[in-house]
């Protein structure tokens, strides 16, 4: 998990030049007395959202779901949901951050299921009266059930950081999972907390994917500058979708456009075109292909794509990582070649050989 920003809040009678020492929370309302102040919610807002425009507008504790009570749930200026789940962390406790994963997942569904189709009972349970066009976006929020979790104690131990930052890989970035390590430190009549605000949302870029539909990569081509490339890719499309091998869209970082080919007993995937690069190249998988049938039928087309010049001569696709890429990007080759280049596609759809 890595580190945003801390939230400092000064309490009591503090001179300065005083030697704090840290002190833990004997109770777990220690730890919600701090949360429960609006400023002090909006201050961990603005450090999850990274907007300074950010400001809670309203919160509930112990607002009531049929999983149980959210210990605090707060709402912002632009209508997203925070749920937190406040635990001290105690020693002797060896199970409370198991316990405050899976709360805070349960409370999710929980006003997910309660509230996604009744917005306006969420609305009067939180007790505010809102402007039309935050209730309306409320609305949304509540029904995509896209909400921000916390978990707020004074750690965070590695196995809570490992699954949370699991989750979040695995659900493309969709799910928010958030820490705030509470600390306070004491000096006579001075007290100072510290509220340190880590994320799981910022993985690395190897892991950054998203699930991306069939429209929404239509729906990305059609924006993209380059009209030529984006007729090209689009042609593409329609040739795999009339000779039905076409894998289009899937969980990835980047837009794929796969030619899927039978084989006998299974399907293969033979040609790969990245609409997202920024070039639209392609690639065929040949390194780590173990299906020996696969295999030569990756390596025939391999041959193919070097005869009809597209991509370079004298190079051995096993010493590249990510397979073969093409010579030219879609949107650079010939029209000629491009056109070869659909022939190849639709010859791999009728089964003939090379």
Known sequence: ????????????????????????????????????????????????????????????????????????????????????????????????????????????????????QNPESFVEKLGLELEDAISQELANILETGEYFLIVAAPDMPDRLKRAMSYLVAISGGSLKLFGVIARKYESGACRILELLVTSSLLMPKTQEKKIWTENDVIRFINSLENEELKRRLLRI?????????????????????????????????????????????????????????????????????????????????????????LKATIGELSEEKFEKLLDLIKNLGSGANF
């Open 237 to 325: 499309i329609e040739v795999l979708k009339k000779a039905n091998m076409g894998d289009i869209g899937g969980r990835n970082k980047n837009p794929l456009i796969r030619v899927r080919v039978k084989m006998e007993d299974k399907s293969v995937i033979i040609l790969t075109f990245d609409a997202g690069n920024g070039s639209a190249f392609a690639y065929i998988g040949l390194r780590d292909e173990k299906d020996p049938r696969a295999r030569r039928l990756k390596e025939r087309v391999y041959q193919e794509l070097m005869r009809l010049e597209l991509i370079e001569p004298g190079i051995d696709v096993r010493e590249i990582p990510s397979g073969r890429n």
């Open 1 to 116: 998990m890595i580190k945003i920003k801390p939230v400092i809040v000064v309490q009591g009678s503090c001179q300065g030049g005083e030697i704090l020492s840290e002190a833990s929370f004997a109770l777990e309302e220690e730890v919600s007395a701090i949360l429960k102040n609006r400023e002090i919610l909006g201050e961990i807002a603005r450090s999850i959202t990274g907007e300074s425009d950010v400001e809670v507008i309203g919160f509930r504790e112990e607002f009531a779901t049929t999983s149980g009570s959210i210990d605090i749930l707060a709402i912002d200026n632009k209508s997203r949901i925070y749920i937190f789940e406040l635990k001290r962390g105690h020693k002797s406790d060896t199970e409370w951050d198991r316990r405050a994963l899976a709360q805070l997942l349960e409370y999710a569904a929980a006003v997910y299921e309660d509230y996604s």
